[in-house]
């Protein structure tokens, strides 16, 4: 089956460091892949996503990730980070190829921006 | 927005007591999703469903059942309230012809 690795549990930044959390996940083939922040108390939201074609992916709020298929991985990244992007970040993965669009997520990364 | 409620928003109960979640979309989407969210485990699907009266088990769905009687309504249920169902419970939706997910505000369940 497959599975999601985030191998940064807990980050801890100043403003305007560069962001990059790592997001691994376990076998090829065509995969769907996601992020998705959910800020303190507040639901999951989408950050972005990728199906196909360009393997960077750009998203909201100055968040992008890059599609490595040969390293099974889809790591975050953000040039600048600002106090509101603390937050808890998920990746997932769209489990098999059926249309049941079941996600197998990661552990999370917790995100803590000082100012 | 994916017009996705829940409720209750918040619930403290005891062993042993049998408790009722409640999913509301409003936009007639066929697929719909519980999961759990735990510290250190990220969120893991308890129970799915793909229609009215069609539903299926996900990673963690032991003391959970659900049941679905209209399009809009997912009910997911613990028949038996544990301790170790203590954990924040949200439910989702997929977008139609997309696999992206959206979520509702989740409901913080207690079990004393």
């Known amino acids: 089956a497959q599975s999601v690795s985030q191998h940064n549990h807990h980050v801890i930044l100043s403003e305007a460091a560069s962001l990059e959390l790592g997001c691994n996940y376990s076998?090829?083939?065509?995969?769907?892949l996601f992020w998705y922040v959910q800020y303190p108390g507040q639901h999951l939201q989408l950050l972005l996503k990728?199906?196909?074609?360009?393997?960077l992916v750009k998203g909201i709020k100055g968040f992008e990730a890059e599609f490595i298929k040969s390293k099974f991985s889809f790591n975050l990244r953000k040039p600048s980070v600002q106090w509101s992007d603390t937050a808890e970040y998920f990746c997932?993965?769209?489990?098999?190829?059926?249309?049941?669009?079941?996600?197998?997520f990661g552990q999370g990364t917790t995100l803590q921006v000082k100012p | 927005d994916a017009g996705i409620t829940q409720s209750p928003r918040h619930k403290v109960t005891e062993t042993g007591t049998p408790v009722t979640l409640r999913c509301h979309q409003t936009?007639?989407?066929?697929?719909m999703y519980w999961y759990r969210q735990d510290p250190g485990h990220g969120l893991r699907l308890i129970h799915y469903?793909?229609?009215?009266?069609?539903?299926d088990k996900g990673e963690v769905s032991d003391g959970y059942s659900v049941s679905r009687s209209k399009t809009e309504d997912f009910l997911l249920t613990l028949e038996s309230a544990t301790s170790s169902q203590t954990s924040v419970y949200f439910c989702?939706?997929?977008?139609?012809?997309?696999?992206?997910?959206?979520f509702g505000p989740g409901t913080r369940l207690t079990v004393l």
């Open positions: 997932a993965v769209k489990d098999g190829s059926g249309n049941t669009g079941k996600l197998i």
């Open positions: 076998y090829g083939g065509t995969v769907n």
């Open positions: 990728y199906f196909s074609g360009d393997p």
């Open positions: 936009e007639n989407h066929r697929y």
């Open positions: 469903s793909y229609g009215v009266k069609d539903t």
């Open positions: 989702a939706i997929k977008g139609q012809g997309t696999d992206t997910q959206y």
